[in-house]
């Protein structure tokens, strides 16, 4: 028994001397039946013969490869023991079998080149100079002297030169199909063999013409063939070139010689493309020439070049850009190709370049059948054109400047673009797969039949052939219609993306010289982008790229692309503004454009970072070294407290005696981590309450750095240690890990002496630490500020700014009112000695968690607090419908809510015993204090709200409760809310809906619960 892997990947043991219909269905014969009787017809050996059958099977069409194997059998029964010898041989036969009826009839009538496939010579890459010898030696020439006996091109010669041919292409064929070759060598080796067809047809054209050694002709390869990449079955593209040599009496007749080399090119021609027995090769195209089909079929090279210099077109350069000299005159060839190289990377300086090359592509793209666009290969949307175009214009537009991108083929110039910055890693690695994917279809669906077709076929059978030929054996069909669909969708989008660049030929050819783009033409460019000051955007432009300099280059490479994503950002102005700031800053380090040209996902989010957040602008002015965070998600996450406190610390300690340096160390530290936050929060990787985390976290840490410093310079001063332990408490949206990017830092101060240590001396020094502190972080700088605000301590401005334990302790048993129980809610240890800040929490506990709640009067008494601060505390001309905090159904009123369900039943429920806002109303929930919708309307009333007060910060770059009336700005901090261009007042409508709903809750629960 045998073990075998059928079509699903199931195994199937099959008996080594039986076979059915049946099971050879199951394994991937179409027709069973049929399969039985053939294998019954090749001989009893071969009915057993497990390892033929798994070949077989291994195939793209296993009843294809069977009914070649069988008729190959019939004329040489010698292959099937071959087979046994030679397990190679007989993979690479059937793969062909399996792929190409064409090549199975091929080999069925000339036996003998199966042998081709077996041995050592199989896997043998046949050079470009051996495929010319053996075809030339076909026709009856020598390599040396190309140019056979005198008479006529006879059939028998033809049929010789495809005979030769086809058997290298079954050759080639089968090392495609089992693997051993990349789509490049195969396609390489494609255009050497048609070269070596093309210098053996010009070779059999001299025989003709006795003659012809007194004319130089050289064939170009145009197109695919010029580039080596080839397909199996297309037209070869050429153009010729011809030079008379000198008579016997130095006499030169230019007008005969080209005569001559036009008859000795028509033969060619002829050669090739002439029906035989054996069939024809393919037909040689030469309508790429100057003015195509109506103009001379050979030029001289002073023709081409007046030709080209004077009335080609765009398209004429762009087909150009492939040029090879594949036959006849090397050298000569070699000289035409280097002088119309010298137009090619010109041509982009033409009026009009890039928008000719895009209007080639949509007149190309018109032409298609409408039955046939969405399954042609080559030249419907999302095909081996869209990708084709797209990196030729790159090459042409940049490679002026830029020789690295002057590549023939696709792949080596997709990869010299990414490799240069002008085309993402990404995009570029997604680009070449569906071009590999799209050109492997495409050898599938010509190698079956050896015709010239790009149209995937629809009919089931062909549709199972090409998916098992590209290896795919669960549900070949399925898998290969959605990664066929899903790469030509990619493609398309890839295309449309780097093909209709914005400003691409403007800035690629920025003013240099008079042919350049008009400044008029510019700006209107610019302003139809969104630019609101196209005058300034222009300047920006020309000072990052203006000059000889290794900058100016990378930045012209950077900024067709950059303002493309400025003008996607909601302030493009801002964008290219921040962008020439940062550069002017970092363009001198090697590494900042280097890092944005290779680092594609780098530039990118810079560049929407920078159109939208005036507050991450200012953030990455004084620490660009920042950018290095972006385009990385793992970059994005938040820092360990643990690891960032660490830091802080060590930086502080690096400046004994110089608190100042100590603490600007560590706020240059925030300053960088209040980026990273920033950058992760716009970007959506990180949600409000994760913002929230992140910044209360930095505030803590940026805190206990400035305490190590503060009390280091007071024990300095005092020639003494401290003599006291001392605390920050965290208080408000600080104590509640609800930091916003302009939240003050509210906090309360609590020491207790150390033992020995009068309590004067002890409050003196304390004082001279929270003093010191408060100073130290509000020292100018240009890092953001951290505002102390001790205003929620027992009796607010008018109360000691320090309290020892004892005192607090006092104050809150005799004086306390319901409003400070209410800010003891969310009081958190923040910095200094853990072990007081606990010891004050237990001390503040009975107050913000009443074991029997509090009183009616109390609960009276902080709802007509709360109506106080509706009337009274609101800005003067604020709409109480836009202001976030204060305003119905706003932060205060969400807020408010939880804490009043705190105070009534936090004591006895230790759910609720918790900072947080959020927390507290899913607590609230779980006691069934509140109902899940009222809790989700809140919640999301108070994550809209917060999520615009950060909004208006990012955006403006300073903090404001109400949203702003301006339009413009309105709009920007829309479109950082996730919002499109034009939803700003949908926005508004949206942020009314969610705190009107709200305040309903809040009328309900607060004030009649």
């Given at each position: 028994?045998?073990v075998?892997?059928?079509e ?5 043991t099959?008996?080594r001397?039986?076979?059915t ?6 394994l ?17 050996e071969?009915v057993?013969?497990?390892?033929l059958?798994?070949?077989?099977v ?15 059998a019939?004329?040489?029964p ?7 010898s ?31 496939l077996g ?15 053996e ?6 020439a020598?390599?040396?002297n190309p ?8 059939t028998?010669?033809?049929?010789a ?13 089968a ?7 990349s789509l ?9 063999l048609?070269?070596a067809a093309?210098?053996a047809g ?15 002709l050289?064939v ?7 580039a ?6 297309s037209?070869?593209?050429?153009i010729f070139?011809a ?18 080399a036009t ?5 060619m ?7 035989t027995?054996?069939?024809s090769l ?7 020439r100057?003015?195509?089909k109506?103009?001379p ?15 080609a ?13 594949i036959a ?7 000289q035409?190709?280097?002088l119309?190289?010298?137009m ?6 033409r ?17 298609v ?8 290969l080559k030249?419907?949307?999302g ?8 990196v ?20 080596p110039?997709?990869?010299?673009l ?5 085309v993402?890693?990404d995009d570029?690695?997604?680009l070449?797969?569906a ?16 015709r010239?077709?790009h149209?995937?076929p ?5 549709l ?5 030929g ?8 399925g ?14 989008r890839?295309?449309e993306?780097?093909?209709y660049r ?20 510019a700006k209107?460019?610019l302003?139809?982008l ?6 300034g955007?222009?300047?920006?432009i ?5 000059g ?10 950077l900024?067709?692309?950059m303002l ?5 950002a ?22 900042y454009?280097?890092l ?8 990118s989010?810079?560049?929407r ?13 004084d620490a ?12 994005l996450?938040p820092?360990p407290?643990?690891a960032?406190?660490s ?12 608190a100042?340096?100590?603490v600007?160390?560590?706020r ?10 920033a ?27 400035a ?20 605390a ?25 002496p ?13 004082y ?15 890092d953001?500020?951290?505002?102390i605000?001790p205003?929620?301590?027992p009796e607010?401005?008018?109360?000691a700014l ?7 302790a006092?104050?809150y048993?005799?004086?306390?009112s ?5 800010a003891?809610l ?11 800040g606990v010891?004050?929490l ?20 902080i ?5 106080r ?5 609101l800005?003067?001309?604020a709409?109480?419908a836009l ?11 969400v ?10 039943h936090?004591g ?5 015993r ?5 927390e ?5 929930v779980g ?6 919708a009222?809790e989700?309307?809140?919640?999301r009333?108070?994550?809209?709200a917060s999520?615009?007060?950060d909004?208006i910060?990012?955006?403006?770059g300073?903090?404001a ?9 309105r709009?920007?901090?829309?479109r950082v ?10 926005f ?10 709200a ?7 607060f004030?009649?619960?």
């Amino acid at each position: 028994m045998v073990v075998i892997e059928d079509e699903g990947g199931a195994v199937d043991t099959v008996p080594r001397m039986q076979t059915t219909a049946g099971r050879l269905a199951r394994l991937g014969f179409a027709d069973g039946a049929r399969a039985e009787r053939l294998l019954d017809e090749l001989g009893p050996e071969a009915v057993g013969d497990i390892d033929l059958l798994a070949s077989l099977v291994g195939t793209a069409d296993p009843d294809l490869a069977l009914t070649s194997l069988n008729r190959l059998a019939e004329r040489d029964p010698s292959v099937l023991g071959s087979f046994r010898s030679d397990p190679g041989l007989r993979t690479r036969l059937l793969g062909v079998f399996g792929v190409s009826a064409a090549l199975g009839e091929h080999v069925v009538r000339h036996p003998e080149h199966w042998r081709l496939l077996g041995g050592a010579q199989a896997v043998q890459r046949p050079t470009e100079a051996e495929l010319r010898a053996e075809l030339l030696l076909a026709v009856g020439a020598e390599p040396e002297n190309p140019e056979p006996r005198a008479g006529d091109a006879t059939t028998d010669t033809l049929v010789a030169l495809r005979v030769a041919y086809r058997g290298r292409l079954l050759h080639l064929a089968a090392r495609d199909v089992t693997g051993e070759l990349s789509l490049s060598e195969v396609t390489a080796e494609l255009s050497d063999l048609a070269g070596a067809a093309l210098e053996a047809g010009l070779a059999i054209a001299r025989s003709e013409h006795p003659e012809s050694d007194s004319v130089r002709l050289a064939v170009i390869g145009m197109g695919k063939c010029g580039a080596r990449e080839l397909n199996y079955i297309s037209d070869v593209d050429v153009i010729f070139v011809a030079e008379p040599r000198e008579g016997a009496d130095g006499t030169v007749d230019e007008n005969r010689a080209i005569q001559l080399a036009t008859r000795l090119a028509q033969g060619m021609m002829r050669a090739c493309s002439t029906s035989t027995p054996e069939g024809s090769l393919w037909e040689v195209d030469a309508a790429l020439r100057p003015e195509g089909k109506a103009g001379p079929l050979v030029r001289t090279l002073a023709s081409h070049q007046a030709y080209y210099r004077r009335w080609a077109k765009t398209w004429e350069f762009q087909a150009l850009l492939k040029a090879r000299p594949i036959a006849g005159d090397a050298e000569l060839g070699g000289q035409y190709v280097s002088l119309m190289n010298d137009m090619v990377w010109q041509a982009a300086t033409r009026e009009k370049f890039v928008e000719d090359v895009q209007a080639m592509r949509r007149r190309v793209e018109a032409h298609v059948r409408t039955s046939e666009a969405e399954r042609q290969l080559k030249l419907g949307p999302g095909g081996l054109r869209d990708i084709e175009f797209a990196v030729q214009l790159l090459q042409l537009v940049h490679g002026r400047m830029d020789p690295l991108l002057r590549r023939r083929a696709t792949l080596p110039a997709l990869a010299a673009l990414s490799r240069g910055g002008y085309v993402g890693r990404d995009d570029a690695k997604a680009l070449a797969e569906a071009y590999t994917f799209l050109r492997q279809i495409e050898h599938l669906i010509q190698l079956h039949r050896l015709r010239r077709t790009h149209v995937v076929p629809e009919g089931v059978a062909d549709l199972r052939r090409l998916g098992r030929g590209l290896a795919m054996t669960i549900d070949p069909v399925g898998e290969f219609t959605t990664q066929w669909k899903r790469h030509a969708m990619e493609a398309r989008r890839l295309h449309e993306k780097l093909f209709y660049r914005p400003l691409l030929q403007a800035v690629a050819r920025l003013p240099e010289s008079e042919d350049r783009l008009s400044t008029v033409a510019a700006k209107a460019r610019l302003e139809a982008l969104g630019y609101t000051d196209p005058t300034g955007a222009l300047r920006h432009i020309s000072a990052l790229s203006t000059g000889v300099s290794r900058r100016a280059a990378i930045q012209r490479t950077l900024l067709p692309v950059m303002l493309g994503w400025f003008a996607d950002a909601p302030d493009p102005d801002a964008g290219l503004l921040g962008f020439r700031q940062i550069s002017d800053k970092l363009g001198a380090t090697p590494w900042y454009l280097r890092l944005l040209r290779d680092e594609t996902a780098v530039a990118s989010q810079l560049a929407r970072l920078l159109g939208t957040s005036r507050y991450a602008t200012g953030l990455l002015m004084d620490a660009p070294e920042a950018v290095t965070m972006l385009g990385s998600e793992a970059e994005l996450d938040p820092r360990p407290v643990a690891a960032l406190l660490s830091e802080a610390r060590a930086m502080v300690s690096r400046y004994p005696g110089e608190a100042e340096k100590g603490v600007g160390a560590a706020r240059g530290l925030r300053r960088r981590e209040l980026f990273r936050t920033a950058i992760a929060d716009l970007s959506g990787h990180i949600g409000i309450e994760e913002v929230g985390q992140a910044l209360s976290a930095l505030n803590d840490v940026t805190i206990q750095a400035a305490l190590d410093a503060a009390v280091g310079k007071v024990e300095m001063e005092r020639r003494t240690p401290l003599g006291t332990r001392f605390a920050v408490i965290a208080m408000g949206r600080l104590g509640g890990i609800e930091s916003s990017y302009g939240s003050d830092a509210d906090v309360m101060f609590v020491h207790s002496p150390l033992e020995g240590m009068p309590e004067r001396e002890a409050t003196d020094a304390a004082y001279a630490v929270a003093n010191e502190l408060r100073r130290l972080l509000a020292l100018p700088s240009s890092d953001p500020p951290l505002i102390i605000d001790p205003d929620l301590r027992p009796e607010g401005r008018q109360g000691a700014l320090v309290r020892t334990l004892a005192s607090y302790a006092a104050y809150y048993e005799r004086w306390s009112s319901p409003w400070e129980s209410q800010a003891l809610l969310r009081a958190r240890f923040s910095a200094g000695d853990a072990e007081l800040g606990v010891s004050l929490l237990h001390l503040a506990d009975p107050l913000r968690y009443p074991e029997r709640g509090i009183s009616d009067a109390a609960v009276l008494q902080i709802r007509k607090l709360k109506a106080r601060m509706e009337a009274e505390r609101l800005p003067r001309g604020a709409d109480p419908a836009l202001h976030t905090k204060l305003g119905p159904g706003g932060l205060s009123d969400v807020e408010w809510v939880a804490q009043l369900i705190q105070l009534r039943h936090a004591g006895r429920l230790p759910s609720l015993r918790t900072t947080r806002t959020l927390e507290t109303l899913r607590a609230a929930v779980g006691e069934e204090l509140l109902s899940e919708a009222d809790e989700d309307v809140l919640s999301r009333a108070w994550i809209f709200a917060s999520r615009i007060r950060d909004a208006i910060v990012l955006v403006r770059g300073r903090a404001a409760d109400s949203i702003p009336v301006d339009v413009r700005e309105r709009a920007l901090i829309s479109r950082v809310l996730g919002y499109p261009p034009d939803g700003s007042e949908d926005f508004v409508d949206d942020y009314r809906r969610a705190t009107r709903r709200a305040r309903r809750v809040v009328e309900r629960v607060f004030y009649e619960g």
